[in-house]
């Protein structure tokens, strides 16, 4: 059975023309970038080449890139290197619905002193601008809020909380991870200091990041070592990896229309569908402003686990909202912010597509999905609640 991959926020496949440019940097010209040999010194043009390519889809200049292991490190690398460069300052801003490779770094850093504020969203998963203005202080190190929520889609107006952050004299960062490639960016006109991505969200492999730094933002390095990545990042450089990630990022921006036309009308078609068939159903996250290849819906009365076991039957590959921690089903944080009622954030489902997913694919879904929800609301213990609950609409 043919394996119908909706799950493209947690991870994507490597896109063929990426594999070929990488290969050549694993069989051939394996040679170290730092070496004084001419075999190791012609991968250094293709590395240049790479941080080109990564610096043209952010709108950045070249020099203003450094290549990491993963969107995390990147994040932690913003973070530290704010709080280290600004030693007399105890206090961070962040949002309540960031990724755990913010949120708990600073959980941590509050065990070290550290104060955190964590600014609410809505119902809809808005930012609380209002809040977060309030939360700035003179003690305020940095404020890291992500670009894109990599559960429900929503985007938040990064430039103008970047601005209002910058008349404040306090570094901004944001962990754009699901953001890029997805939706255009262009760091020339913005008051963004730092800016996390991640080459697997972006048809790139695994194992290998980047972080923009604005020239002039004062920085410290998170790993000391060689003199890489003009002693901003030390460690032999992943070199098929930064090849792969420039690759990724030129053909970001080349399907960049599509993503924001076929993969949106795809995602719209399949929240329609799903909707129009299966009653107690809500998407989780303002609809309009929301990236364009992510849907998060929640069904009514039933465990999203069961609802991706059901589907995994299928070679369906979706993901949960919720996650299971010790032995308790707990809804994620991001659905508990945006207080999505229980019965509700228990079904939460999040779909995510890519420019390789077909019409086709999306059909099987619309198909598929609804007869499973009805199933696992018969089993349920609030089962016939919900079934009534649809046969009374
Ligand atoms: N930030 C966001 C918003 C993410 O979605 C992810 C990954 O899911 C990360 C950070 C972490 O990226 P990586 O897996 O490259 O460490």
């Known amino acids: ?37 001419t075999f190791g010194g012609q991968v250094g043009p293709k590395v240049r080449e790479a941080r080109e390519q990564v610096a043209e889809l952010l709108g950045a200049g070249a020099d203003e890139i450094i290549f990491t292991s993963c969107g995390s490190e990147s994040d932690n690398t ?105 939706i255009p960016i262009n760091l020339r006109d913005t008051a963004i200091d730092m800016l996390s991505l991640s080459g697997h969200k972006l048809h790139a492999p695994k194992g290998i990041g980047a972080l923009y730094i604005r020239r002039g933002t004062k920085f410290s390095p998170f790993l000391i070592g060689g003199h890489q990545e003009q002693g901003r990042r030390a460690g032999t450089e992943n070199v098929p990896g930064i090849i792969g990630l420039g690759t990724g990022c030129q053909l970001a921006k080349k399907h960049m229309d599509q993503e924001n036309s076929r993969v949106r009308e795809l995602r719209d078609h399949l929240e329609k569908e799903l909707l129009y068939r299966i009653p107690n159903a809500v998407v989780n996250g303002d609809p309009l402003q929301r990236l364009p290849n992510t849907s998060n819906i929640s069904f009514e009365f039933v465990e999203g686990e069961s609802i991706l076991l059901m589907l995994n039957e299928y070679n369906i590959c979706a993901s949960s909202g919720s996650a299971c921690t010790s032995g308790s089903l707990e809804p994620s944080h991001v659905i508990r912010a945006m207080g999505v009622p229980f019965t509700m954030a228990h079904g939460s489902i999040r779909f995510s597509l890519s420019i390789y997913n077909t019409r086709e694919e999306i059909d099987f879904i619309i198909d598929k999905l609804p007869p499973v929800i009805e199933r696992l609301r018969l089993m349920s213990p609030f089962g016939n609640q919900g079934s009534n609950a649809c046969t009374r609409e």
């Open 1 to 37: 059975m043919k394996t119908i991959y909706v799950d493209n926020n947690a991870t994507t496949q490597v896109a063929p023309e990426v594999m070929e440019a990488m290969l050549p940097y694993f069989r051939d010209y394996y040679g170290n970038p730092s070496s004084m040999h």
């Open 78 to 182: 913003a973070i530290r290197s704010a709080l280290a460069t600004n030693p007399d300052k105890r206090h961070l801003v962040i949002s309540r619905v960031e990724h755990p490779a913010i949120r708990s770094l600073a959980a941590s850093l509050t065990k070290q002193g550290y104060r955190v504020t964590e600014v609410p969203v809505d119902s809809q998963g808005h930012l609380n601008l209002e809040k977060l203005q309030k939360s700035l202080t003179p003690d305020t190190a940095i404020v890291s809020i992500m670009w894109a929520n990599n559960e429900t889609g929503v985007i938040f107006p990064i430039e103008k909380i970047a601005e209002l952050v910058r008349r404040q004299g306090i570094i901004f960062h944001t962990d754009a991870v699901q953001a890029v490639g997805k």
